[in-house]
């Protein structure tokens, strides 16, 4: 298995923002040759962090800041450290990502509040701090481990 | 947001002519789908085949249009592919849609 360097890519926020740092991202880990498996929860784990940050850190596009992603390959899978400078997490603590019931009328159906979940489901050691003022998210991706 | 509308034998049809449906186009993607749906036949079928990704909001936005059909009107998906069949598995939407593997498949299915 190929060993890749640590890297860190780093976006000015936006909607289209996030789709350009997910392709950054999932360019810079080309090397690992992951699975379609492996990349599909990379970039969905990510998808779902960076949309956050535009949606909840950043909810005024027009003074939004800038987010980091910086990831380090280990035994035990890719370490990523995703900081912003936008509004602290509510709590000062991540979502505990329930799955909303799908076992309901179709007008009650959740139509949002997946995206936690699905971090939650498929990151290990999700782990938030706010740093002055920096909101740090940790989590591991167990890929391309070796 | 591109999608392809045909109608075949009481199916409305519409296939996404996208790689994504994610928060970036995910509220145009509910807008189209109501233009497309608004009338028609009871059952559409989404053919999915060509999209790589949906996040949260693209799954969002599927759902809502489903929502928007009514309880009298069905909605199944076609085709998808390895990482959008994983998000409806894991948020256990798999089980509020028919799900078809091809485009065929579900035609076959649902013509009979």
Known sequence: MAHLPPFE????????????????????????????????????????????????AYPDPD????????????????????????????????????????????????????????????????????IGPDNQLTMRLAVAVH | ???????????????????RIDAAVALEFKDAMRVETEDGPDTVVLDLSQVQFIDSSGLGAIV?????LGAERKMALAGLTPTVERVFQLTRMDTVFSVFSTLDGALAELQH
């Open chain 2, 1 to 19: 947001m591109q999608l392809f509308t045909k109608t075949e034998e009481q199916l409305r049809i519409v296939s996404v002519k996208e790689d």
């Open chain 1, 63 to 130: 003074t939004a800041g800038d987010f980091t992603v910086a990831c380090t390959h280990q035994k035990d899978g890719l370490h990523l450290q995703i900081t912003d400078q936008g509004l602290a997490m509510p709590d000062g603590t991540t979502p505990v990502g329930q799955c909303a019931s799908v076992d309901v009328d179709l007008d009650d159906l959740p139509e949002g509040g997946f995206g936690w979940f699905l971090i939650q489901g498929l990151a290990k050691d999700v782990s938030y701090q706010r």
């Open chain 2, 64 to 68: 809502a249009a489903m929502k928007s």
């Open chain 1, 9 to 56: 890519i780093s976006v000015k926020c936006s909607e289209l923002a996030v789709r350009d740092a997910l392709e950054q991202f999932l360019h810079a880990l080309q090397p690992l040759q992951l699975s379609v498996e492996e990349a599909g929860t990379v970039e969905l784990v990510l998808a779902e962090t960076l949309n956050n940050i535009v949606e909840h």
